[in-house]
């Protein structure tokens, strides 16, 4: 009976992978953050243009070299490497990347990391695609310093505008609406935040997030739709940390609302698509960890 019992329990013993997966080893997955080695591998067939700024203002897809500069300089402690330094400075493209034509794109996202204070006085314009001659660009990634006091690190308002097919301005902030909160990533002169805007051109929502999270006003990003959905108009020229009234003889207008950037920019990556939420969360984490 005992004899027969054995080979009855034994029978029975289930099999611990039926389907015959295959083996996984934890060393796969060590020093990863979400299965990715580094920040290059995230939605790589879609990234259009980078900027390391490791010892370097060149965009690195296309080895574009600025055409002109000032207050700028190569710090060491970047997010990866080295960062790009500004003290009242900027970086001018005069270039028609093939990456920004009017066919190339129509969907995008715009990911940088960025050490920045409020000043109580000016606008920053973190990143334009500029349109020559003109005051607004075909993508604004404008930060409101000029809405708080320097002392203020907890609170920063990001108002990023495109320009629409009628040749309007379409918006989104991080502010508080209706039951929506005010939420912002921290920032400071030595704090590397994660921004982000991205552009569906098949929705025409426009969103914003800071630090991994979404922050943009929801009642907000429903502004790109019909003909005012994002136009990526030519020519159209690149600047960081200004537009063309910060530039010498570049000036378009007599508003003075912005002025050149004192902070630092990192890993600047364009997409020209939206990068689902989790791999936006990705580049977040993947920042904090050094990839």
Not at 144 to 154: K, L, P
Not at 159 to 168: I, L
Not at 187 to 199: E, L, S
Not at 232 to 244: A, H, K, L, T, W
Request: charged share 10%; proline share 4%; net charge neutral.
């Amino acid at each position: 009976m005992l004899a027969l019992a054995a080979v009855t329990w034994s029978s029975c013993k289930k099999d611990g992978n039926p389907n015959k997966l295959p083996s996984v080893s934890t060393d796969t997955y060590v020093g990863k953050v979400d299965g990715f080695n580094t920040s290059d591998e995230v939605y790589p067939a879609n990234l259009v243009a980078y900027w390391s700024f490791d010892n370097t203002a060149n965009e690195k897809l296309s080895s574009t070299a600025p055409t002109t500069s000032a207050g700028n300089t190569f710090i060491a402690a970047g997010v990866r490497g080295q960062a790009l330094a500004l003290n009242s400075g900027y970086l001018y493209y005069a270039t028609q990347f093939n990456a920004f034509k009017v066919t190339a794109l129509k969907s995008f996202t715009v990911s940088a990391w960025v050490q920045i204070l409020n000043n109580g006085s000016k606008k920053t314009m973190l990143f334009q695609l500029a349109r020559p001659g003109i005051f607004n660009g075909n993508i604004n990634f404008i930060l409101e310093t000029n809405s708080r006091a320097a002392t203020v690190t907890d609170a920063i308002t990001i108002h990023p505008t495109f320009t629409g097919q009628n040749g309007g301005t379409q918006d989104n902030l991080n502010t508080a609406n209706g039951t929506f909160p005010f939420l912002s990533p921290k920032i400071g002169a030595n704090v590397w935040a994660h921004m982000v805007i991205t552009y569906d051109a098949a929705t025409g929502i426009f969103q914003i997030w800071g630090n991994g999270v979404k922050i943009g006003v929801p009642a907000f990003q429903s502004r790109g739709t019909g003909n005012t959905l994002f136009n990526s108009f030519e020519p159209s020229e690149v600047i960081f940390g200004g537009n063309y009234n910060v530039i010498p003889g570049k000036t378009v207008s007599t508003d003075t609302s912005f002025g050149a950037m004192t902070g630092s920019i990192d890993e600047v990556r364009i997409y020209n698509t939206v990068l689902p939420d989790a791999y936006i969360i990705s580049l977040y984490k993947l920042g904090l960890a050094g990839k």
